[in-house]
Every structure is written in structure tokens, then in C-alpha cells.
């Protein structure tokens, strides 16, 4: 047993958290800057920071991930890392020659108060950033939040360094995805040009993180939200925020910034957030739900009937990030699946109280907790109290799927050890079907190994 | 790009990389273009030439390197698997470090403490930061004993800890002393300690060194031969070979640094009566404490490579003066080497003349040049990510080293004899002749003296000059790390990871070598790059040619 330490009996912790499902803030923040095009990140810290971040991500996505890092040793952590980073900016511009560079805080330039506005300001006036060329910033103190919020504060430095008021373009929708994949960004695109609205999502990592290979690297992708874009988010009618916790703040600037009036939708996970998200899309734009997203949401629908009994009452537990879980509790409790376990590291009572009100729907009682020791360890006892039949979460997850011997399905951040979560959507009804797929697969897989002789099906 | 390959390759010359290496500085500011040459060698060995290393990152210019407490906690101690670490600090450094440098670990039995799996943090909050931290990793420290009850737990500190000034070291030896019965240490190893990992190597060898070797003096089996092995970590497995190799030969692995490890076996490993070190970056300073406390005498070898394995084996048994035990290396040696020699003969007919460049880790840059050359592929250049001038240069370089600020933050420990477990394990005249027989007792010679002329050597090797070297001389083969993996392979070269062995392994010892053979054969040989570019570009490409033809 992998996890054999873990015990059953579940004791109160305040201060020690054990196998967390979260991480920090500066991470997200490079992944949001990677939505970009022709932007790197920067890392204003020591330089494990960036290491570790773009590490994590290359794990996750296996692709390139550039960032520059502010590299403190211990004189800039006494004197302040003002001189390191102007010539961090300076260096990044001369060597790779990006259009923007997106600098975050981390916890040690938070500690010690570093201003990254009045560095970056300092950098301009002393000449360090080229004509034309932008510097945008974000403060990711890494004591606050998670990973998840420093995606938030890295999109909102994208609006505070782009927005500009402008006059009002009635056919124009800004999208702000929140921490999705680079497939699910795609997909989201998809769905806005099969229902013909003109569009500007940012960030935008797809074919940034799942690019080609074509025997030639391209440092800047061509993906990305580009300047020129990011330039017009002002004369959008209306900004669709995907998810509460990592999109509704830089809606929220937005709206103040240039006075673009915005909705929180749900990301678009299963059936009804997936409607919710069509209508949401037809009313602020007048345009119709296209017959092509009524066909795959036929689809959707026919799987379920078909493969009901296989998922009926199954119970799952799942972790990961609020605004992922959100609808994915949403669309297991539609599929008449128990989800009696949930976890998230990012703080917020208001989730919480949304997954209580959807399992109540169906009169599940989940075990629910996030925040402060709202960890992996703890989901494992609840496991231990109470089995299920399916996880789904990251791929820290396999170490109690191993233990349990239980069904499993990736998803979320960060993945390892599995490929297609970046090139394989699980938002719209392209997602649900590619959930379905995930979920049936790993319960009928168990099935098929675990049946008697006398009971191996071969028509299931 | 093809014209400068064939350039370099049939002259190899100074003149050529001389060229190259002025064409990739002048892109940078001429400040970093200064510093950036001096960490550049063309290589002749024998000629005393210095190299820039262990000096601070430029900022900005995208470093293979990492932090202080990757190297303290992800490295050094992260293999040992009944510790319980904690890493006091906000969640990230704990995450990133959780399971991600694959310590495989093998516990005797099934209820043996193994916190492998397990990442403990204290999770610090803003609250934390403004009114400090000690009482929250008090806590966190109580809460991990009432539930595991561990031999051991550690403190990592991370950033803001030091900045705050949160006594990592006090709130320790309070919950040492109220527990009683389980041993609890700090490391001050923050992220900007030092200029790389190599930094928290030193910090973790320290407070090892400080509070688990020597807590222990029972010798638990009655083996003549008894060893540490240093600096091996068990990334894909490697200890487990050596484990098979050292247990046939009937010499006891007393401890591993930190392959595999527990605490008990460090807290013994003072009783062993050689060490021999793998990594010499990484620690060094604890074979070289180690002799000065305990006498045991210390050898730098290398596992990674048949033939250098063969040979680090008959320096032990020369060591050892046992003519039995000789004899046993011998029919080792003689036995693991037929097989090893069958599986190399085939697949050097695919890899010989294909050419490599590693730049990687403190060590590894030079260790795996044996296996490259095992299969007769040649080394272009090579460089450490965090490695000093003594592991380019041999140790001979040190008195000449000068400490600057960054180095001066670690602190060195005055280490004496110790009264009652010091023992003279080999008398000095013997040890005087088997130094003077062999340049690797008790010393390192370095990775340049062992280069070939004409290389090139790079320190702390940037983004875009991993790029530009690929451009220039296309190897076959590029070896680094994840975060440069996929630049490197979405360029046409295929990249080896030497940190995690891209999830292979094991690669040391015998078996080892024969595993990395069939690898890196597979990586210079498949079939994947003829694919890439589609046929109808292809066949565009032969119309244009006719056309223009």
C-alpha cells in the first residue's frame, strides 16, 4: 500500500496539510500569460519558483514552456528585486524579443514589498522596454489563494494592461475561459463560430500548449489572444466569464475599465451548464443556437440513455477546482450518479454551498470541504469511511486508485501521466461525450477484470 | 545550418566554436555577453584553463537551474523514505516537490514506515507571514506526530521563512525535546540562499550530518566489508541495481546517500569503513566531514557505464586488500560484462559516429559520457546546471576558489575528531600508495581532464544557447532536463532526460547500462523524424527543386 499511513479515523488538523489538492498562485498566472500571443511570463522571485511552475506544466502538457525568471539570491532578498528585474526586462526583450512580457509576484517579492508596478513603470522610463513593446504585471502572492486565484489576478493584469474604453460593437463577446485546456478553449471557439458570433477569448492557450510538431520550434505559437485583440476587449457588448473563481474578477475590472457589462456562466461541463451556456450565448449576442450543437447535444443525451444502468448510483469522488467541479457535480448527479465526496484547496465558502444545493437535488448528502486542509489526505479517509466506485481528479489520484483497486478518470490540473486532456475538450457536449467515454470506459474496464468466468460478457 | 554541422565535425576545431560562440554572445546585452564567455571552455586538457561556474543566474535569460530548497529537500533528503518533511512555507514548494524526481523506494516490509507518497505542508497564509509562522509549524509538527508517530521529522524552510524570521532551528529542538522519541531538524535551505540547487546540497549535508549520522554505533551484521554509497539517489532504480551488485559480492550497503534510504541506515552509516561518492556536487562535504570526524576514507567512482563500473569496483576491492573479495569482483565483473558486451556489439552498429551533448545536473554531465562512449558516439559539448569549478576543474582547484557573498551564506561546520568513534580504518601509508596509484582517492579529478580536446564546455547553459548550439551543430542526441525537453525535440533532436530518465531506468550498473544502450538506440534511430514533415510538402519540395532545376 502506497498510502498506508493514512487513517480512517478522521482527526481535526489546523495547521498541517497533507497531499494538498491545490497549489499557488504564480503558476496560474504563467499558465494564463501562456494564453498570450507572443507574450513570456516572468517569474519576479527566486528562481525555483519558475522552475518548479514551468516544470509542472511541461509535465502536464508536454510542450515548451519559456518563462524568465527574476533569479534572487540573498542581497536581493535584503535590497529588494528592483534591479534584477529591470534587467530581467531587459535581457527577455533583447534576447527573445517578445511582444509583451507578463511579469507575476511571488511570495518572496510580496514579503519583502517589492512594487511591480513602480519597477516596471521604472523600466520604461529608463528605456529597458522597447517602442511598441508591452509590459503587463500581476500580484500573485503565493500565501493567498491558490493556483486558481493567480490565474484570476494574472487575467485581470491582462485587462488593466489592455482594456481601453471604446465605443460599444454590438456583434462583439469577450470570453474569458477561466483555467481550461487548451482543447477546451478550442472547443469553446468552436461552439461561438458554429453559432456565428464574432468573438475575443482571452487568455487562449490552444496551439500554444498543444502545438505541432513540425521539426521547428516556435518560441511564440501562433496561438494566443493577440495584442490587437486584447486592444478591442473594451468595444465588446458583453464579457461571458466562465467560472466564479478564476474569471469573474477580471470581468468585474473589465466592466469598470470600459464599462462592458458581464455574466458569470458555469463552465460549460455536462448538459444543463452547457445549455445554460448556449442560451447565456444567444441572448447576448441575438444569435441562434445552431442546429449542429442541438445534434451533438442529441448525442449526448442518446449515450446516456443507452449506457443509463452502468451508471446509475455509482458513487464518486472528486477533486480539483471549484469552477471544474461545480458543473461536473452538476452533470454526475443529471447521470443519477451518487458524487458523495469532494474536495477543493482553493478557498470559498460560496462552493460549498453551490454543491450542497445541486447534490441536494437529488437528496445526497456530500462530504464537502475546501480551503485550509481541504486535502487529498482528507479525501482519502473519506474514502476509507465511505468507498466509491469512481474518482475523478488529477494524477495524484492514482495512488488511492491503486490502494482501492477503484475506477479512475484524469481531470483537472495537473495530469503526468496520461496524454488528450490537451487535445480532447471535456466542456460543451463534445465534453460530456468524452466524459461519458472516460467514466464508462473506467467502470466497464473494471467490470470486464473483476466478472467471474461464468458472468464475462461479451454485449455490454 | 547543415554546412556549419559538417564544418565543425570534420575540423572540430578552436577556430570553429570560437566563431559560434561569438555569434551566440553577441545576441545578449554586453554585460551578460562578458560574464556569459566566461563560462566558456574550449576544452585542452592538461592545460590548467579556468572555467566560470556557481556564480549567479543572469536574470532573465532562462536557466536550466533551481533553488536551494529544491536541492535540500527534492534532492538530498526527498529519497529517504521514513521522514516525515515538512516544508514550512505557502503550498507550492511542497507540491512541485511531491513524487515529481521519482525516488523509487522498496520498504523490507509491508508496514514499514514510507512517507514516500505523502507531501506535508504547512500551507502559510497572509496571516502567517505578518505575524509569523513558528506557532502554525508548531502546530503542524504536533499534528504530524499524533498521527504518524514517526522516527523523524524535518523542516524545510522556503522563502518568506527566512524574511519573516520564523526560527525553524528553535521550534525544532522545543518539539525534539517535548516528543522525546522522535528526532526532529530544520534546514534553513529558502529559495535564494544560494545562486542553484547545489546550495541546499550543502545545507542538507550539513544538518544531516548535525543531528542523524553518528546517533547510532550498533553494527547489526558481522559483513567485513561494510560501505556508504554517496551521492546516489535511486532516480528509475539505480540503487536496486547497485543494491544486486554490492549484496552478490557479499559487501553491506550500511547506507545509501539517499537512495533508498532510511534514517536508521544514515544514522549508522558512521560505522561503514569507505565511502564511495557518486555525485561529488551533492556531497561531497559529507565524505569529506565523514573522514574528518570518523576516519572512514572516501573514493570518487562512478556507476554510470559498464566499464566504469567495472572499474569503481576493483578500486574497492583494491581498497579492501582481500584477495577472496578480488577474486569475487573479478567473476562478477567477467560475467556481468559477456552480457553487457553481447547487447552493446549489436546496437553500436546503429549508434556509432552519432554525436551527443549533455547539459545536465553537477555530475551527470560527465558520468554519462561513459555510456555515450560505450556505444562510440561522440561527445560535442557538455556543461553542469549548477555544478563549482572543482567538478570541471578536480578538486586540485579549490584552495584557488575564492568565496564570494552567496557562498559565504552557507555555513561551513568546524568538524574535529571525534573522541570516541573516530577509528583509523587503513593505515596512512597504505592510503598514501593507493592515492598515488589512483588520482580518484580521495579526490575528484573533474569532467574537463577527461573531455576530449577540442570540446566545447559550457557552465549554467541558457535557453537560447541550448538553441543555438542545436542549430549549429545538430547533434543526435541532446541530454537535459524536463524544461527543456520538448523545445529541444519540437526543433528535430530528440532530448534524454538525466534527471528523471525521461521515466526509464534504471541506468546505472550493469543492467543499467544495457536499459540506457536500448534507449538511447531507439531515441537516435526512430522512425518519427522521417515523418514529420507531410509527403505533399515533401513532394512540393522535389516539383520546386525540378522546376527551378
Redo the contacts between chains.
Keep these: 500500500m502506497l498510502l498506508r499511513h493514512t487513517k480512517k479515523e478522521v482527526a481535526d488538523r489546523k495547521a498541517l496539510t497533507i497531499n494538498p489538492a491545490k497549489t499557488c498562485q504564480p503558476i496560474g498566472a504563467m499558465y494564463a500569460a501562456l494564453g498570450i500571443n507572443g507574450c513570456m511570463p516572468h517569474s519576479h522571485g527566486s528562481q525555483g519558483c519558475c522552475a518548479y511552475h514551468r516544470s509542472s506544466l511541461t509535465r502536464h502538457y508536454k510542450e515548451p514552456v519559456m518563462a524568465g525568471s527574476s533569479s534572487f539570491t540573498e542581497g536581493a532578498s535584503v535590497f529588494g528585486g528592483q534591479a534584477n528585474l529591470v534587467q530581467a526586462i531587459n535581457n527577455i526583450f533583447t534576447i527573445y524579443d517578445p511582444e509583451i512580457i507578463a511579469v507575476h509576484s511571488t511570495c518572496l517579492s510580496e514579503t519583502i514589498g517589492d512594487d511591480l508596478p513602480q519597477i516596471v513603470a521604472n523600466a520604461e522610463v529608463s528605456g529597458k522596454v522597447p517602442k511598441g513593446k508591452k509590459v503587463i504585471y500581476a500580484s500573485t502572492p503565493s500565501y493567498v489563494g491558490s493556483h486558481i486565484t493567480g490565474f484570476a489576478n494574472m487575467v485581470q493584469g491582462i485587462v488593466k494592461g489592455f482594456a481601453q474604453p471604446g465605443i460599444k460593437s454590438n456583434d462583439l463577446i469577450n470570453i474569458i475561459p477561466g483555467w481550461v485546456e487548451p482543447s477546451d478553449m478550442a472547443e469553446i471557439k468552436r461552439i461561438l463560430s458554429l453559432m456565428k458570433v464574432p468573438s475575443i477569448m482571452f487568455p487562449d492557450t490552444s496551439g500554444v500548449m498543444n502545438a505541432p510538431q513540425t521539426g521547428k520550434h516556435e518560441f511564440y505559437p501562433q496561438g494566443g489572444t493577440t495584442s490587437k485583440d486584447l486592444s478591442r476587449i473594451g468595444s465588446a457588448s458583453h464579457t461571458c466569464a466562465l467560472g466564479k473563481w478564476a474569471s469573474e474578477s477580471a470581468a468585474t475590472l473589465l466592466s469598470k475599465m470600459a464599462q462592458v457589462p458581464f455574466t458569470i456562466c458555469d463552465i460549460p461541463i455536462g448538459l444543463k451548464a452547457t445549455d445554460r451556456f448556449l442560451m447565456e450565448l444567444a441572448k447576448v449576442s441575438g444569435h441562434e443556437i445552431s442546429q449542429e450543437l442541438e445534434f451533438e447535444r442529441g448525442q449526448v443525451a442518446d449515450i446516456i440513455t443507452d449506457m443509463h444502468q452502468y451508471l446509475y448510483g455509482k458513487k464518486v469522488a472528486l477533486w480539483g477546482d471549484p469552477d471544474q467541479l461545480i458543473p461536473l457535480t452538476e452533470f454526475l448527479v443529471d447521470l443519477d450518479m451518487k458524487p458523495i465526496h469532494i474536495v477543493s484547496g482553493t478557498p470559498g465558502k460560496a462552493f460549498e454551498k453551490r454543491i450542497k444545493e445541486i447534490c441536494a437535488t437529488k437528496d445526497i448528502t456530500p462530504n464537502v470541504k475546501s480551503g485550509a486542509q481541504a486535502d487529498m489526505y482528507l479525501m482519502h479517509q473519506w474514502i476509507l469511511n465511505e468507498p466509491v466506485d469512481l474518482l475523478i481528479g488529477n494524477t495524484y489520484g492514482k495512488y488511492i486508485s491503486r490502494d482501492m483497486d477503484i475506477p479512475f478518470v484524469r481531470h483537472g490540473f495537473p495530469i503526468y501521466d496520461r496524454i488528450g486532456h490537451s487535445y480532447f475538450p471535456t466542456v460543451g457536449y463534445k465534453g460530456s461525450m468524452r466524459l461519458l467515454e472516460m467514466m464508462l470506459s473506467a467502470i466497464m474496464n473494471k467490470m470486464d477484470r473483476e466478472a467471474p468466468e461464468e458472468r464475462f460478457e461479451l454485449v455490454m | 545550418m547543415i554546412e556549419d554541422k559538417d564544418k565543425v565535425m570534420s575540423k572540430n576545431n578552436e577556430a570553429v566554436h570560437t566563431e559560434i560562440k561569438e555569434e551566440i554572445l553577441s ?3 554586453p554585460k ?1 555577453a562578458r560574464k556569459r564567455d566566461k563560462s566558456y571552455v574550449i576544452n585542452e586538457p592538461g592545460t590548467g584553463q579556468a572555467i566560470q561556474a556557481n556564480i ?15 536541492g535540500c529537500k527534492g534532492v538530498v533528503l526527498g529519497p529517504t523514505r521514513d521522514i516525515v518533511n ?1 516544508t514550512h ?12 524526481r521519482r525516488n523509487q523506494t522498496l520498504p523490507e516490509k ?2 514499514d ?14 496571516e ?2 505578518v505575524f509569523g509562522g513558528e506557532k ?5 509538527i504536533q ?2 506526530y ?3 508517530h514517526p522516527k523523524a521529522i524535518a523542516i524545510f524552510s ?3 521563512v ?3 524570521g520564523d526560527d525553524v532551528h528553535a521550534v525544532s529542538r522545543e518539539m525534539k525535546e517535548k516528543f522525546g522519541d522522535c528526532n526532529v531538524f530544520g534546514f534553513s535551505c ?7 540547487q547545489s546550495a541546499g546540497h550543502h545545507i542538507a549535508n550539513n544538518q544531516i550530518f548535525k543531528h542523524v549520522v553518528g546517533t547510532d554505533d550498533t553494527i547489526k551484521t558481522d559483513k567485513k566489508f561494510r560501505i556508504n554509497l554517496l551521492g546516489e539517489y535511486n532516480i528509475g532504480g539505480d540503487s536496486f541495481e547497485l543494491e544486486r551488485i554490492f549484496e552478490r559480492l557479499g559487501v553491506e550497503l550500511v547506507a545509501t546517500y539517499s537512495g533508498n534510504s532510511t534514517i536508521d541506515s544514515i544514522a549508522n552509516s558512521h560505522t561503514a569503513d569507505l565511502n564511495l561518492v557518486m555525485c561529488h556536487r551533492s556531497i561531497n562535504y559529507m565524505a569529506e566531514m565523514m573522514q574528518t570526524k570518523y576516519g572512514i576514507p572516501w573514493m570518487k567512482i562512478n556507476f554510470i557505464g559498464a566499464k566504469a563500473s567495472a572499474k569503481s569496483l576493483r578500486k574497492m576491492a583494491l581498497y579492501f586488500e582481500d584477495a577472496k573479495l578480488s577474486e569475487e569482483v573479478e567473476k562478477l565483473i567477467s560475467e556481468e560484462l559477456a552480457v553487457v558486451e553481447d547487447e552493446v556489439a549489436e546496437i553500436k552498429k546503429r549508434t556509432a559516429g552519432k554525436t551527443a551533448m549533455l547539459f545536465v545536473g553537477g555530475s551527470r554531465a560527465h558520468h554519462y559520457q561513459e555510456l555515450f562512449k560505450e556505444l562510440d558516439m561522440k561527445i560535442l559539448a557538455a556543461g553542469y546546471e549548477f555544478a563549482h569549478r572543482d567538478d570541471y576543474e578536480g578538486r586540485d582547484v579549490l584552495p584557488s576558489i575564492k568565496v564570494d ?2 557562498s559565504r ?1 552557507i555555513e561551513e561546520l568546524k568538524v574535529e575528531k571525534d573522541p570516541d568513534r573516530y577509528k583509523e580504518r587503513i593505515e596512512q601509508s597504505k592510503l598514501d600508495n593507493l592515492k598515488k596509484k589512483d588520482p580518484e582517492v580521495e579526490n575528484y579529478i573533474g569532467m574537463m581532464s577527461e573531455m576530449e580536446a577540442g570540446t566545447l564546455i559550457i557552465d549554467d547553459i ?3 544557447e541550448s ?1 543555438q548550439l542545436i542549430k549549429k551543430y545538430r547533434p543526435d542526441i541532446f541530454c537535459a ?3 527543456e ?8 533532436v530528440p532530448l534524454k532526460q538525466l534527471h528523471s530518465y525521461d521515466y526509464g531506468g534504471p541506468y546505472a550498473g550493469f543492467k543499467g547500462a544495457v536499459n540506457f544502450y536500448k534507449d538511447i538506440d531507439r531515441m537516435v534511430n526512430t522512425s ?2 522521417s515523418l ?2 507531410p509527403p505533399w510538402e515533401k513532394e512540393a519540395e522535389i516539383n520546386a527543386d525540378y522546376i527551378s532545376a
Design positions: 545576441k545578449f546585452p551578460v549567479r543566474t543572469v536574470p532573465g535569460i532562462i536557466t536550466q537551474r533551481g533553488c536551494t530548497y529544491a515538512i512555507g505557502p503550498i507550492g514548494c511542497g507540491f512541485y516537490s511531491w513524487l515529481t509491508e508496514t514506515e514510507n512517507y514516500m507518497a505523502y507531501c506535508f505542508s504547512t500551507d502559510m497564509q497572509d502567517n507571514i502554525k509549524l508548531k502546530t503542524a499534528e504530524a499524533d498521527l504518524f522556503t522563502c518568506p527566512g524574511l519573516i529558502e529559495g535564494y540562499r544560494g545562486v542553484s557573498a552567496d551564506n541558457s535557453h537560447y538553441e532536463g524536463i524544461k525537453k520538448y523545445a529541444i525535440q519540437k526543433s528535430g518519427i523524424w514529420i514533415v
